[in-house]
């Protein structure tokens, strides 16, 4: 691991502008602030908490909300931390906002702030620093996106396509032909990944997955208004939801259009979030072990830092039966 002397030799500096540069010391440049934290990082430099017992990690979130026990977020964290912090790590869970992207470069700000590794939630696709950790030398684990190339980065979550492929293949057991989808915005890799596997899921059960039985928008009004309307001109006795909220609010709207649920129309969401025990009726989904994503990022994180490379972890799908499904409502 490359040390301050390692730095200033590369500068040119002493080994006390380096580590008053890393301390953010008000007697030095901004310029030489920045080349130290360039070179820390391009050195793969390492900088401890000054005074800490433990090594410390840094748990980012944006775009999902954790702080509730309903909250998607929670398990997730609650995962990582009852395994990291027993290991003598202290974890920092952090808001992650669009200015701190635009304000500090990602592994700038982990050597300035002493962190050894990061687990990130919730990056959209169009995030500044989805961008530069492809090329980060920090040891990271991102949560549903995935970054080809770049040994420091772990990608962790479910595994998607058996999910859909599961979904699917249970709603054809019970009957249904034509089966519609919709999602919420693809500018999500994990939306993207479960609408690609349902065009996929669907072609090998030698059923029809095209514009007319699917539909895709970031509001949830405009999958109600625009798209459902479509999937049920079309005739579509189940439709599969790219996670709960939706398949809940798809809900909603069936039963205020008078349908019955499941006699007129199936219903299945995505995640298994603690409301779909509590839907009316309850919902049928796809599970996500929160809990065990959590610890399995950890679980990466730790192979990271021991210089162990890892690409991918999935986790298997497990499919909970509710009684928003049911047999195809066959009509004469």
């Given at each position: 691991?490359?040390?301050?002397?390692?730095?200033?030799?590369?500068?040119?500096?002493?080994?006390?502008?380096?580590?008053?540069?890393?301390?953010?010391?008000?007697?030095?440049?901004?310029?030489?602030?920045?080349?130290?934290?360039?070179?820390?990082?391009?050195?793969?430099?390492?900088?401890?908490?000054?005074?800490?017992?433990?090594?410390?990690?840094?748990?980012?979130?944006?775009?999902?909300?954790?702080?509730?026990?309903?909250?998607?977020?929670?398990?997730?964290?609650?995962?990582?931390?009852?395994?990291?912090?027993?290991?003598?790590?202290?974890?920092?869970?952090?808001?992650?906002?669009?200015?701190?992207?635009?304000?500090?470069?990602?592994?700038?700000?982990?050597?300035?702030?002493?962190?050894?590794?990061?687990?990130?939630?919730?990056?959209?696709?169009?995030?500044?620093?989805?961008?530069?950790?492809?090329?980060?030398?920090?040891?990271?684990?991102?949560?549903?996106?995935?970054?080809?190339?770049?040994?420091?980065?772990?990608?962790?979550?479910?595994?998607?396509?058996?999910?859909?492929?599961?979904?699917?293949?249970?709603?054809?057991?019970?009957?249904?032909?034509?089966?519609?989808?919709?999602?919420?915005?693809?500018?999500?890799?994990?939306?993207?990944?479960?609408?690609?596997?349902?065009?996929?899921?669907?072609?090998?059960?030698?059923?029809?997955?095209?514009?007319?039985?699917?539909?895709a928008d970031f509001h949830v009004n405009i999958c109600l208004t625009n798209h459902l309307p479509r999937l049920l001109k079309n005739e579509c006795t189940a439709i599969?939801?790219?996670?709960?909220?939706?398949?809940?609010?798809?809900?909603?709207?069936?039963?205020?259009?008078?349908?019955?649920?499941?006699?007129?129309?199936?219903?299945?969401?995505?995640?298994?979030?603690?409301?779909?025990?509590?839907?009316?009726?309850?919902?049928?989904?796809?599970?996500?072990?929160?809990?065990?994503?959590?610890?399995?990022?950890?679980?990466?994180?730790?192979?990271?830092?021991?210089?162990?490379?890892?690409?991918?972890?999935?986790?298997?799908?497990?499919?909970?039966?509710?009684?928003?499904?049911?047999?195809?409502?066959?009509?004469?």
């Amino acid at each position: 691991m490359a040390t301050l002397d390692d730095i200033a030799r590369e500068l040119g500096v002493s080994k006390g502008t380096v580590s008053k540069a890393l301390n953010g010391a008000k007697d030095v440049s901004q310029k030489t602030k920045q080349s130290v934290l360039e070179t820390a990082v391009k050195l793969g430099y390492f900088r401890a908490p000054r005074n800490a017992p433990s090594q410390k990690l840094a748990l980012f979130v944006i775009n999902m909300e954790y702080k509730k026990p309903e909250d998607f977020g929670y398990d997730v964290i609650s995962g990582f931390r009852i395994t990291a912090e027993p290991a003598g790590f202290l974890v920092d869970v952090i808001p992650l906002t669009r200015q701190m992207q635009f304000d500090w470069h990602y592994d700038d700000f982990m050597i300035r702030e002493g962190y050894c590794g990061g687990f990130l939630l919730g990056l959209s696709l169009s995030e500044p620093w989805l961008n530069e950790i492809a090329d980060c030398k920090t040891p990271t684990i991102l949560y549903d996106n995935y970054i080809r190339g770049n040994p420091r980065v772990t990608s962790i979550g479910i595994d998607n396509e058996e999910g859909i492929e599961m979904a699917v293949h249970y709603l054809q057991s019970l009957g249904h032909q034509k089966i519609g989808y919709l999602s919420s915005d693809l500018n999500s890799q994990v939306y993207r990944k479960r609408y690609d596997a349902f065009i996929k899921a669907m072609s090998t059960s030698g059923l029809v997955a095209d514009d007319s039985v699917m539909g895709a928008d970031f509001h949830v009004n405009i999958c109600l208004t625009n798209h459902l309307p479509r999937l049920l001109k079309n005739e579509c006795t189940a439709i599969l939801c790219s996670h709960d909220v939706l398949a809940h609010s798809v809900m909603i709207h069936c039963l205020e259009l008078g349908l019955r649920i499941p006699e007129d129309i199936s219903i299945m969401g995505f995640d298994d979030i603690p409301l779909c025990r509590y839907t009316a009726p309850p919902l049928t989904t796809i599970r996500q072990k929160r809990t065990s994503l959590g610890k399995s990022a950890f679980s990466a994180l730790i192979n990271q830092l021991n210089h162990v490379p890892m690409g991918t972890l999935l986790l298997h799908a497990e499919l909970i039966e509710r009684a928003s499904c049911g047999p195809v409502n066959r009509k004469d």
